[in-house]
């Protein structure tokens, strides 16, 4: 399977990033999740579900995603010897979802201070895709700065901004609209937003 790196910080908007492991795993990929203490903050404010202790993640993401065994791997912010943390072991890909405008700045300059921010900069260094979806707004100078220095990283900045010309009914579609272009961009086939002109 190949394996694709999902980390959701404190930003609001934890349900992208909920979806997007949903859709990885529907899509046969390895899954490696990193979530910050501020997300876990976020998600029990922002959706109903019960997060458990650190010790049951894996088993809760596998039975709420229905994932084969050892499908997802979990992570907490402070294990330095997880595989994402070397180019020797890391996955193909990361996305970042939400991105925190804290943790945006850390990876622009490459702090490295969590394991969140340390797999974003294995991602980088050894050329591979990372995706950011930062949900702030409006954007200061600082941030955009950030985002400028990312992109000519080689990153990719995709905002949580759904569109709405596929008419969206609920918030369920204002999420998938943004998780199908994140899927686009790791080339992962999705059929919940038709493409432009279809």
């Not at 039975?63 to 084969?68: I, L, V």
């Not at 595989?83 to 991105?99: D, E, F, K, L, Y």
């Not at 490295?112 to 995706?131: F, G, P, Q, T, Y």
Request: hydrophobic share 45%.
């Amino acid at each position: 399977m190949e394996a694709i790196t999902v980390a959701i910080t404190g930003a609001s908007g934890a349900q992208y990033g909920l979806r997007l492991i949903e859709c990885l795993v529907a899509a046969d990929k390895q899954v490696s999740v990193l979530i910050s203490k501020a997300a876990q903050v976020v998600i029990a404010t922002e959706t109903d579900i019960k997060m458990p202790t650190r010790s049951h993640w894996v088993d809760f993401f596998s039975q709420k995603f229905n994932a084969k065994e050892g499908q997802i791997r979990v992570y907490g912010v402070e294990e330095w010897l997880a595989p994402v943390a070397s180019g020797s072991g890391s996955s193909g890909g990361m996305v970042i979802c939400p991105c925190s405008t804290g943790t945006l700045s850390a990876v622009a300059t490459g702090a490295s201070n969590n394991l969140i921010e340390r797999a974003a900069d294995v991602v980088l260094k050894e050329r591979k895709l990372l995706v950011l979806v930062p949900r702030e707004t409006p954007y200061s100078e600082i941030h955009l700065q950030n985002m400028l220095t990312l992109t000519r990283m080689g990153a990719v900045i995709l905002p949580a901004s759904p569109g709405f010309y596929n008419k969206p009914t609920s918030i369920d579609d204002l999420v998938d609209f943004i998780v199908a272009r994140i899927l686009g961009h790791l080339g992962i086939p999705q059929d919940m937003v038709p493409k432009w002109g279809e």
